[in-house]
């Protein structure tokens, strides 16, 4: 019998709210160098999350967004360094009908200076900034986004 190799993880509190609204509590695993976002982008279609009362393992598309706290969070703009962030106040609709606010951030570049700009981004999904939580959103799942 062969041992099994460990790949080190670090367990991440998320908040899950899926497709139809419901909400559920529990850890993500991510890789040290990670980020949480990866689990609404390409990957394999199904994802372990440990709840409370064990292990539960979730289909991506079933995946609305992604709650973190701040220090989990690591936006896809965060290698931007010394780069200024336009920032929007928005109003996200889901599809489920819950609606998430908070502020969109996008680098601030010529010709690229609109709420649509950012949201259009070939990434599946995009990052909200809502006071305390980042909220990591599928695109798919979202049926509109006004600037509040």
């Known amino acids: 019998m062969t041992p099994e190799l460990v790949v080190p993880v670090i367990r991440v509190p998320v908040s899950l709210v899926l497709y139809d609204g419901r909400r559920r509590k529990g850890a993500m695993f991510l890789p040290p160098c990670g980020n949480a976002a990866d689990l609404l982008e390409d990957g394999e279609p199904?994802?372990?999350?440990?709840?409370?009362?064990?292990l539960r393992v979730y289909a991506r598309a079933a995946v609305a967004c992604v709650v973190l706290r701040p220090e989990f969070a690591r936006d896809i703009h965060d290698t931007h360094g010394e780069v200024q962030l336009r920032t929007w106040r928005v109003r996200v609709h889901l599809r489920s009908g819950i609606i998430l606010c908070g502020e969109l951030r996008h680098?601030?570049?010529?010709?690229?200076?609109?709420?649509?700009?950012c949201l259009n981004e070939p990434q599946r999904s995009f990052c909200l900034h809502a006071g305390r939580s980042v909220i990591h959103i599928a695109k798919a799942q979202v049926e509109c986004v006004e600037e509040a």
């Open 46 to 54: 199904f994802v372990p999350i440990k709840e409370p009362d064990g």
């Open 107 to 117: 680098p601030a570049s010529i010709g690229r200076a609109r709420t649509t700009d």
